[in-house]
């Protein structure tokens, strides 16, 4: 069990390019969750989401990002044009359950961390 | 809309000496983590606790949680240097409901000094 895998560790990007993040859960997780940390913060809750659905995108801003978990293949999180203020740390996260019924919380992966220049 | 707190933000300890840091949130909630961060590593789950009056220990850390004054403390005893990093408390504000998220503080960042 390789745990939580996120893709690439580091990114660097152009103003206006594209950003694609990567997250392969846990085997056996169908739970995934993204999470942004800006420098010096903490954690910031972006979007949950089940095989194949959204279920809460509520920490997503409105234009430009995007999430999907097909059913084949890794989560994918999508930043379209970014600009310098998306620069930060893209934590994946995955549980076997709902994130209320399990005990024992998420398993985190160790990030992608964002550099837009 | 819910809110997570930690003091201090900063802490800077004698290697053996005893410390807390607290985290107060301010809506209803019984289930409360704490994370330990390395620098530029992910997030580490330390402590779950999932009611009022819950302990948990580890080693030189001890984690309790009070739902009624929406207060849980991480406290460190005979600190060592391999204690240094960022913890984060985090609450799931699914207090009868269902979120599916957690809200994170701002984190303490503990230094520790030998």
């Known amino acids: 069990n390789a745990g939580v895998m996120q893709n690439p560790r580091h990114l660097v990007r152009r103003r206006g390019q594209e950003a694609r993040l990567r997250c392969s859960p846990v085997k056996g997780h169908s739970h995934v969750y993204w999470y942004r940390q800006l420098p010096e913060e903490g954690l910031k809750f972006m979007v949950y989401l089940q095989k194949e659905n959204i279920i809460d995108e509520s920490g997503m801003p409105k234009e430009r990002f995007s999430a999907e978990f097909p059913k084949e293949g890794p989560s994918i999180l999508r930043i379209q044009q970014v600009v310098r203020g998306d620069s930060a740390a893209y934590f994946c996260?995955?549980?076997?359950?709902?994130?209320?019924?399990?005990?024992?919380?998420?398993?985190f992966g160790s990030g992608t961390r964002l550099t837009v220049v | 809309e819910l809110k997570v707190e930690q003091n201090p933000l900063f802490l800077s300890m004698q290697e053996g000496k005893n410390y807390t840091i607290y985290c107060n949130y301010s809506?209803?909630?019984?289930?409360l983590y704490w994370y330990r961060q390395d620098p530029g590593k992910s997030l580490e789950s330390l402590f779950v606790?999932?009611?009022?009056?819950a302990v948990k220990q580890e080693g030189r850390l001890m984690a309790s949680l009070d739902t009624k004054a929406r207060l849980s403390t991480l406290h460190i005893t005979a600190a060592v240097h391999d204690l240094s990093a960022t913890y984060f408390c985090?609450?799931?504000?699914?207090?009868?409901?269902?979120?599916?998220?957690?809200?994170f503080g701002t984190g303490t960042l503990l230094a520790v000094q030998p």
């Open positions: 606790l999932l009611s009022n009056g």
């Open positions: 809506t209803t909630s019984d289930r």
């Open positions: 985090a609450v799931d504000p699914n207090y009868g409901g269902a979120t599916n998220k957690l809200i």
């Open positions: 996260a995955s549980s076997l359950t709902i994130l209320w019924d399990t005990a024992s919380g998420y398993t």
